[in-house]
C-alpha cells in the first residue's frame, strides 16, 4: 500500500462512475428492469447466511464494474488488511482498529500481534472472565449482598456503551429465556432511571458501569445517582457486590469502588461504537447467556472473513458501500432509511446513526485537505411497518429523496409466523411499489373501474401517481438469532470502513462531538448562577436567565 493512498475522488474509475451518473438519473428502474428482466439473478448476492438483494438500486453493468475498478484504485484490498493486522488506521489518535480482533475464533492462524502484544491472548482471557461472569449472574453463583440472585441487571452507559447492547439485547429478546432482566439507563436527564429504579428491588439489581473512559458526564452522574439509591436502600457496604464496570480506565474504577473481580477491561483499540463485541457485551451475555454471546461473535467472524476474501462483486460489506456511495454521491439521495421488518430491530437505526454518522460524519480528507464530494448521508429509520403509517407518504410522494434498506428475517421473531407472513408481504409490497411505482395511465385505469365521472379522475390523478425510482437494498436472512445479528451488525461496519476509504476520511475518530461536551462543562456552573455569564452571547444569557425564572417559580 502507498504511503499515500488515493480517495476515490482521485480515481479514473471516479471520472468513469460521474460521467454514468446522468444517463442513469434519468433513468427508471421499470427501464432498467425491462433491459434486463432477470435483475434478481445478477444482482443479489447471497453469503454468510444473507441474501443481499440489490436489483432494486438504480445501477447497471458498467457502474457496477466502476466499483469494482475503484475498490482496485482505491488499494482496497491492503487497506482492509492494514485495519485488520492492527496497522494504527486512526491516524488522528494514533491507533490500531481492532475491534475485529474481538471476534477471531480461538486457535485463528496466523496468530494476532501487534506492537508485541498478543492480542488473541488478551481478547481470549478477558473474554472468558466476562462470559464466566455472564453465566455465574445468569444461574445466581454470583447474588446480591443479601444473597438473592439479581433479577436486574441495569446497564448505565451511552453512546457505544449503550447502543450496541440495547439494541441486541432487543433483537435477541428470543434467545434470554431464564435471563435476569436487562435495562440502559443512558441519558443524563435521569428520567430513564428513575423509571427503572421505581420497580427494581435493590437487593436484586446489579448495575454496570460502561464507559471506555469512564469520564462521560451522563454516565457519572447516572451511576452516582444509583450509588446513592443503592447505599440509601442497602448501605455504603452493598455497593461491591451491586456494581460492576467495563472501561480502560482503571484508576477511576477504583476511585467509584468497583469490585476487582467485577471489572471487565477493554482497551484503546476498540472505538466505542465498534465495542459491542468486547467486555462491553456484557449486559448483552448476561441476557443470552455466553453460547449464545459465542455464536454472535462467530456470526461476525464468518463475515469478517467474507471481507477479506470475496470478490468485489460478491462481497457484501463493499457493495452496499459503493451502492451507498453511488446514491449519495452520484444520485444526490442524502439520506438512508433503515427499515427492518423485525420489530426486534427496533433500535437497529438507531445503533447505525452513531456507527455511520459518527464514523463518516467528517468532511476533512486524512491527509487534512477538504474532502470534495459529500460524506456520510443521514441515516434514519423505524420499523417498517410502523414507518408505513408514518413517514412512508413522504418516500413514496414527497420532495425530499433517500436510499432505503429493508431487513427481513423470513421467520418470524414472535413465534407467530402468521404475523411475520403479513410483515414479509408488507415489506416486499413497499420494495415494489418504491421501485416500480404507479405511472398516470396505471392510476387513469383504476379510476376508470371505480366509475368516476372524468372531472374527478382527472382532479385526482396527478395526487395518486407514484413515481417509484426510489432505490432500495433488500436484506433477507433465515431467522434473528446470535449468529445472524452477528453478521449484519459486521456487516454495516465494514461498509463504513469502505465508505470512509472512499471518501478518504478517517472512520474512527470523532473530534466532532468534543467541542459541545467542552462548552457543557464550563455551562454548568451559569445553569445555577447565570450571573457568571457575563459575556457570553445574548442568546446564552437570554436562555439562562429564562431557565433559572422558570426553575425558581
Ligand atoms: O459521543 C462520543 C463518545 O465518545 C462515543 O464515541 C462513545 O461511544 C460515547 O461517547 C461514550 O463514551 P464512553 O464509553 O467513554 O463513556
Known sequence: MSANPPAGADCTAWQQLQAAAPALRARSLRELFAVEAERFAHCSVSACGLLFDYSRQRVDAGVLDSFKVLA????????????????????????????????????????LVVGGQDIDGLVRSERERVLDFAERVRSGAISGSQGAAFNL?????????????????????????????????????????????????????LFIICSKTFTTQETRSNALAAREWLRGK?????????????????????????????????????????????????????????????????????????????????????????????????????????????????????????????????????????????????????????????????LHQGSARAALD?????????????????????????????????????????????????????????????????PATLIMFPRLDPATLGRLIALYEHKVFVQSVVWGINAFDQWGVELGKKMCESIVPLVREPVLAQGASSSLRGALQYLARERAS
Open 234 to 394: 442497602l448501605g455504603a457496604a452493598a455497593v461491591p457486590r451491586h456494581f460492576a464496570a467495563v472501561s480502560v480506565n482503571a484508576a477511576a474504577m477504583d476511585e467509584f469502588g468497583v469490585n476487582a473481580d467485577y471489572r471487565f477491561a477493554m482497551w484503546d483499540w476498540v472505538g466505542g461504537r465498534y465495542s459491542i463485541w468486547s467486555s462491553i457485551g456484557v449486559s448483552l451475555a448476561i441476557a443470552i447467556g455466553a453460547q449464545n454471546f459465542r455464536a454472535f461473535l462467530a456470526g461476525a467472524a464468518e463475515l469478517d472473513q467474507h471481507f477479506q476474501e470475496a470478490p468485489w462483486r460478491a462481497n457484501l460489506p463493499v457493495l452496499s458501500a459503493l451502492l451507498g456511495i453511488w446514491n449519495s454521491n452520484f444520485l444526490e439521495l442524502p439520506t438512508l432509511a433503515v427499515l427492518p421488518y423485525d420489530q426486534r430491530l427496533a433500535r437497529l437505526p438507531a445503533y447505525l446513526q452513531q456507527l455511520e454518522m459518527e464514523s463518516n460524519g467528517k468532511s476533512v480528507r486524512l491527509d487534512g485537505q477538504p474532502v470534495t464530494q459529500s460524506t456520510c448521508p443521514v441515516i434514519w429509520g423505524e420499523p417498517g411497518n410502523n414507518a408505513q403509517h408514518s413517514f412512508f407518504q413522504l
Open 153 to 205: 441487571v441495569v446497564n448505565i452507559g451511552i453512546g457505544g456503551s449503550d447502543l450496541g447492547p440495547a439494541m441486541a439485547v432487543e433483537a435477541l429478546r428470543e434467545f434470554s429465556a431464564g435471563a435476569p432482566r436487562v435495562a440502559f439507563a443512558s441519558n443524563v436527564d435521569g428520567c430513564q432511571l428513575v423509571d427503572i429504579l421505581a420497580g427494581a428491588d435493590p437487593g436484586r439489581t
Open 72 to 111: 482496485d484504485q482505491l488499494q482496497l484490498r491492503e487497506r482492509i488488511a492494514a485495519q485488520f493486522c492492527g496497522e494504527r488506521i486512526n491516524i488522528t489518535e494514533d491507533r490500531s482498529v481492532l475491534h475485529t480482533a474481538l471476534r477471531r475464533a480461538d486457535g485463528a492462524t496466523p496468530p
Open 406 to 470: 429493508f431487513l427481513l428475517p423470513a421467520r418470524s421473531s414472535s413465534g407467530s409466523q402468521a404475523h411475520q407472513d403479513l410483515a414479509i408481504a408488507n415489506c416486499l409490497a413497499q420494495a415494489e411499489a418504491f421501485a416500480f411505482g404507479q405511472d398516470a395511465t396505471q392510476v387513469e385505469a383504476d379510476l376508470r373501474r371505480q366509475d368516476l365521472p372524468p372531472a374527478r379522475v382527472a382532479a385526482l390523478l396527478p395526487h395518486k401517481v407514484h413515481q417509484g425510482n426510489r
